[in-house]
């Protein structure tokens, strides 16, 4: 059983250090126990936060440990009463290639589901925060200007998508000519700016002539800061992540802009709040997989992965979703299926 885990604890962006690739026996299940072989493993920016003991919504992984990670997973072995050999099921195996569970953190999948990677991003965890995210919180309305943050990433891209099934305008935000084009000619959002251009203000500012209702927050920074300003009269703010800081070791140095945006907050009547997809949201996991199944059969919703082959790359890989490097939902192929 090879597996991946925390080396050392990241000062700063994570390093390959940070991460050891250990080989041990595949382990016995017990009573009651299923022994799962990960088909795929998801890479997700909250997994950074898992790797730094500062205090936060979850507990950190220790010195040692194998990674947390959700997986998509063949059941190998069962001793539980309710799985077969064969099962396909979306869990929190990790980064590794064979883990133990007793049943409760597992979701059934489809056997013949075409794309069971699809369970760990559009259909998945990143697609629910991406749902709930701008409809619970964003509350867009036909008409209205949606900004997104992160646009062609696992969440972000189905932000857009939503706002555009809703009758909004959606604009994307995100790093690079190559995945702008993508967000506006193959996802449909109306259009999308670099975040690394000198004049993002100024672009965002031409992209939405009507200024901005909902601002899908993912990123912070000089993000952030450009948005800011744009932002409508009762305008909404689904705070969804900050990746832009996540490889800070302290909060960036600089004027105090807290005056500012407590003004803007003030005067435009501006709502921000912050969520965590399953701790807030969990029992509304079922009324978006039926709602998403829908839509990706109709043909209304578009997915990109970003499947890189081999567990021993998983290290590499992550490191890259930190700096933009991903393209798509970042997905490792742990072994075939
Ligand atoms: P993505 O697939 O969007 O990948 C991350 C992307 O973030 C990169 O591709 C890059 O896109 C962008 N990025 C990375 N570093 C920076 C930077 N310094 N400045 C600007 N952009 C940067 O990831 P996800 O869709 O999985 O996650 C998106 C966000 O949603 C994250 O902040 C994540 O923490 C958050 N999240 C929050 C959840 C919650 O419950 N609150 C649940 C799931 C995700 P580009 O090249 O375009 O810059």
Redesign the pocket.
């Known amino acids: 059983n090879r597996r991946i885990v925390l080396n050392s604890r990241p000062v700063g962006a994570p390093i390959a250090d940070n991460f050891r690739l250990e080989e041990g026996p595949v382990p016995e299940p017990g009573p009651g126990q299923v022994l799962l072989r990960t088909l795929y493993l998801s890479l997700?920016?909250?997994m950074r936060g898992r790797m730094s003991d500062a205090r936060s919504y979850a507990a950190a992984v220790a010195i040692g440990e194998v990674m947390v990670g959700g997986t998509v997973s063949q059941v190998a072995v069962s001793r539980h009463p309710d799985y077969q050999p064969g099962d396909l099921v979306q869990g929190s195996g990790g980064w590794q290639e064979y883990a133990l569970s007793d049943g409760t953190d597992l979701v059934r999948l489809d056997a013949r589901m075409s794309r069971p990677s699809t369970a760990l991003g559009v259909l998945g965890?990143?697609g629910f925060?991406a749902y709930m995210?701008l409809l619970d919180i964003g509350q867009p309305q036909a008409g209205e200007t949606v900004v997104v943050?992160?646009?062609?990433?696992?969440?972000?891209?189905v932000v857009g998508q939503i706002a555009k099934i809703k009758g909004c305008r959606a604009v994307g935000?995100?790093?690079?000519a190559e995945?702008c084009r993508f967000v506006v000619d193959e996802l449909g959002f109306d259009a999308c700016v670099d975040?690394r251009s000198s004049d993002l203000r100024q672009e965002l500012a031409a992209a939405c002539p009507k200024g901005i209702d909902v601002y899908f927050e993912?990123?912070g920074?000089r993000?952030f800061a450009a948005v800011l300003p744009l932002l409508n009269v009762k305008a909404r703010v689904p705070l969804?992540?900050?990746?832009?800081l996540?490889n800070e070791t302290s909060l960036p140095e600089g004027p105090d802009r807290l005056g500012l945006l407590t003004r803007h907050m003030l005067v435009k009547r501006i709502k921000m709040q912050?969520?965590?997809?399953?701790d807030?949201y969990g029992s509304r996991y079922g009324e978006f997989q039926s709602q998403m199944n829908t839509w990706l059969k109709e043909g209304r919703i578009k997915f990109r992965e970003d499947i890189v082959d081999g567990l021993e790359n998983a290290p590499e890989a992550f490191i890259g979703?930190?700096?933009?490097?991903?393209?798509?939902?970042?997905v490792i192929r742990v072994a075939g299926d």
């Open positions: 997700d920016p909250y965890m990143p925060t995210g943050a992160a646009a062609s990433g696992a969440v972000g891209s935000i995100a790093g690079g995945k975040h993912s990123v920074g993000v969804c992540g900050l990746i832009s996540y912050g969520f965590i997809i399953f807030d979703l930190l700096e933009g490097r991903n393209f798509g939902k970042l």
